[in-house]
């Protein structure tokens, strides 16, 4: 599993990480209703649930990773914030690919850097 968040938004350590997070659970939530994304989640689950966050530098980049995971039928979503916090309500800010074998996630981010 891949989880990407956008570094352009200035978002603290704890606001990234809650983005991060509902990313992940939103994908697992998808592959869980799914056949075939189910044995995906069933295998990720039984080895240690692999995850890397990965950084993007804008809405743009973000929305082209997800929609080239869906055109690979990948489970993928956007996290949307609502705006309590730290970010104007509606803003994307993160996206996650997964889980799915390494090959296929990796065709939609490996070439990403960690988000720091």
């Known amino acids: 599993m891949s989880i990407v968040v956008r570094r352009d938004l200035g978002m603290s350590c704890g606001k990234a990480a809650a ?11 998808l592959a869980q209703d799914s056949g075939k994304w189910r044995r995906w989640l069933d295998q990720w689950l039984g080895e240690g649930q692999k995850k890397i966050v990965l950084a993007v530098e804008g809405v743009e980049a973000l929305y082209e990773l997800y929609n080239k995971a869906k055109s690979l039928d990948l489970p993928t979503a956007v996290v949307v914030d609502a705006g309590l916090t730290e970010l104007p309500p509606g803003t994307p800010t993160a996206m996650c690919v997964g889980p799915a074998p390494d090959e296929l996630v990796d065709a939609v981010t490996g070439k990403l850097k960690l988000y720091k």
Not at 21 to 28: K, T
């Open 19 to 29: 983005q991060a997070s509902h990313a992940a659970v939103e994908c697992v939530l």
